[in-house]
């Protein structure tokens, strides 16, 4: 167990560590200001987001009683680019200044938030009601998906050209290409709302024994579901307000570190975190590489390895 | 102080009342049985006591107070429960699930770890420790589960059907385990359809057994007296034959929904 987290923490940081070195660097000057400006910040920025999105991920399986829950799967990765979209689109139209002004990310983030909250809290009640089976659940999280996405087609089609190449990019998946702005912004959210899950990782503990006998135990259930989903929703929000929707990662990240470690939330909720980090660099190095001369967004490898993913797990645990 | 004292409760939910008026009351180390038919209101009675569901009117006291105006903790320090349903969804082990019974303590992770081995070996178990709750036997978990209870340290165990779905060697095992858990003092309130199978738990004489019909008390008396089996054969419904004067009354074993 303890070899085993190690390894995983090792392999992380090799990832991590390696990354902006990968692929080779020009010669001289230019490639100490891509390594600096470009491929540090980024591998950076892989680090908060994946972690993140990855430990969000961990307690939603948890708040929702449903392993197959996560940002992605109960539409709070939808509802927050929806709103982040709105922001980019009809941002700079209402004078507000747009992404692409550089000024909003605080703007972009707030209305990722509001969006996420709108389209998590009906899920949630849902999951709270107690009569809700396993599926519907992530039926009701692909309902509101699929609704906020077509809201979020129709966004983009009363776009002009400017704001609809930003928010085509964006709403890819990709991790920001220049510099250590965006980094610093995403810090005072990521930090503090990594720190308040941790926190909850005893009460997570108790929810694992069923709802009521956690209530029985002292956990205030209702406070620590409204809470968790609440700070979760701003984490995702967050990362969705600077790199777009990056699918699945929310998902993925916990499955392997429960297969490699076990359910115990002491074990897993760190160490998503960690493995997450270390998972979304991967994956952008990957984009990065795969491809020569052209970078895949994030996105596309996340969602490309996330989808057959959840599809075996739902196989499996329909066996089960 | 009574462990818990309801007086005229009532709770009702979708203009239907599940309780209606009922007053009762359990003494620290008390055995109460609650006894009724599908739907009579057991288990909004025992919500009702640790505050899950607010009382349309009368009060409930869980040792001394307000269970809506304690802190989870502070709930949690005066009285367990063993819901009905309670699957652990996730293969956790059972040392963990006990351990994470400790939530009420401030404590060091290596101090709940000796509290939940400690519980285990009290119900025999320690040797489940490290298998996962979900590759248990229906019996193994609920000696876990009562585990969790004595790791949690609570004066009052409320158990719900705490023997459905085990085969007959297990019920009587944790009924047994249940009444050695009494005798070292805690109070006991168990919500069953099966009044023979607490004999196993022993000391029947020191055991109260309440009748709950329609969310009222349809009586409130010991399993040693004389009226039982007539009173349980009123309130399911059904034929009832004592034996030996002990409350034995075989035709309802297995009167179910």
Not at chain 1, 243 to 254: K, Q
Not at chain 2, 79 to 84: N, T
Request: hydrophobic content about 55%.
């Amino acid at each position: 167990m303890k070899a085993r987290v190690a390894m995983l923490c090792v392999l992380s940081a090799a990832v991590i560590v390696a990354s902006p070195w990968a692929g080779g660097l020009p010669d001289g000057e230019l490639g100490h200001w891509v390594l600096v400006e470009l491929r540090i910040p980024r591998v950076l920025m892989a680090v908060v987001v994946g972690g993140v999105l990855s430990l969000v991920g961990a307690c939603f399986q948890t708040i929702f009683a449903n392993p197959l829950a996560a940002p992605s799967t109960v539409g709070t990765t939808a509802g927050a680019t929806l709103g982040a979209l709105m922001a980019l689109v009809l941002g700079p139209a209402l004078g507000l200044g747009g992404y692409a002004a550089g000024v909003s990310l605080p703007l972009t983030a707030l209305a990722a938030f509001a969006g996420a909250l709108v389209v998590s809290l009906p899920i949630a009640a849902v999951a709270a009601s107690g009569r809700a089976r396993v599926n519907d659940v992530l039926l009701a999280g692909v309902a509101v998906s699929l609704a906020a996405g077509a809201l979020a087609t129709g966004l983009q089609y009363t776009a002009d050209q400017a704001a609809l190449q930003t928010a085509v990019l964006w709403s890819l998946g990709h991790l920001p290409q220049v510099g250590y702005r965006d980094l610093l912004m995403l810090l005072p959210f990521a930090v503090p709302v990594c720190a308040f899950l941790l926190l909850q990782t005893r009460a997570l503990n108790a929810l694992l024994g069923g709802e009521q006998r956690a209530f029985s135990q002292g956990v205030d259930v209702p406070r620590v579901r409204a809470l968790t989903l609440g700070m979760g929703a701003l984490g995702v929000a967050a990362c969705v307000a600077v790199c777009g929707p990056i699918a699945f990662v929310g998902l993925v990240v916990p499955h392997i570190v429960r297969l490699a470690l076990g359910p115990n939330r002491r074990v897993m909720l760190p160490m998503s975190l960690v493995t997450g980090a270390g998972f979304l660099a991967a994956c952008d190095l990957g984009g990065r590489l795969i491809l020569p001369g052209r970078e895949l967004p994030v996105g596309v490898i996340t969602a490309a390895l996330g989808a057959p993913t959840l599809v075996w797990l739902i196989v499996r645990g329909s066996r089960a | 102080m009574t462990a818990l004292n309801l007086t005229a409760v009532t709770v009702t939910a979708r203009g239907r009342a599940l309780l209606d008026g009922v007053s009762l009351s359990l003494a620290p180390g008390e055995f109460l049985a609650l006894i009724g038919p599908n739907g009579a209101g057991k288990t909004t009675l025992i919500r009702a006591a640790l505050g899950m569901v607010k009382p349309a009117s009368g009060k409930v006291h869980l040792a001394g107070d307000d269970p809506r105006a304690l802190s989870g903790r502070e709930r949690a320090a005066r009285a367990a429960w063993l819901p009905q349903t309670g699957a652990v969804i996730e293969a956790v082990s059972a040392l963990e699930l006990v351990e994470a019974a400790r939530f009420r303590f401030n404590e060091s992770r290596a101090t709940s770890r000796e509290a939940a081995q400690a519980a285990l070996a009290r119900v025999r178990a320690g040797a489940l420790a490290a298998r996962p709750v979900t590759q248990l036997s229906g019996g193994e978990q609920q000696r876990v589960a009562l585990a969790a209870m004595i790791a949690q340290q609570a004066p009052l165990l409320m158990l719900d059907e705490p023997a459905n779905h085990l085969d007959p060697a297990q019920q009587i095992a944790t009924y047994r385990l249940i009444g050695e858990l009494w005798r070292e003092g805690r109070a006991v309130l168990c919500v069953t359809h099966d009044l023979n199978l607490l004999r196993h738990a022993g000391d029947c004489a020191r055991m109260r057994v309440a009748g709950l019909a329609d969310g009222r008390v349809a009586f409130d008396t010991t399993m040693a007296a004389a009226a039982l089996p007539d009173r349980v054969a009123e309130l399911f419904g059904v034929r009832v034959s004592a034996r030996d004067g002990v409350i034995l009354a075989e035709d309802i074993s297995g009167v179910g929904p």
